[in-house]
């Protein structure tokens, strides 16, 4: 299934959480995560075809494009979700 074997969404959470910590401690707006693995890591959503940003207000927003967007909406909680289209 596209989007399939989401992993732990409450570890994923507190990975963000500590990120999040991390750039306002160092007195970073964002962090932008565009390899795979690392965005498995902060959202627990295995995806081919994705970024995620992370602020240091603790916001998060995941863009993916239109095949997994809606396996993200069922999966994913407590960040923003964009659909990234070409052009």
């Keep these: 299934a596209v ?4 992993l732990s969404q409450p570890l ?13 401690e160092a007195a970073l707006d964002a962090y932008v ?4 693995a690392n965005t498995t890591y ?3 959503f295995p995806c081919s075809n994705s970024a995620t940003i992370v602020t240091a207000k603790g916001d998060t927003v995941f863009l993916t494009d239109f ?3 809606e396996a993200a909406e069922k999966t994913l ?11």
């Design 3 to 6: 989007g399939g074997g989401a």
């Design 12 to 24: 994923a959470s507190a990975r963000r959480n500590r990120l999040a910590k991390a750039l306002a």
């Design 42 to 44: 902060f959202t627990g």
């Design 33 to 36: 995560i565009l390899d795979r």
């Design 67 to 69: 095949r997994y967007l």
């Design 77 to 87: 909680r407590g960040m923003d979700l964009v659909k990234m289209t070409q052009g």
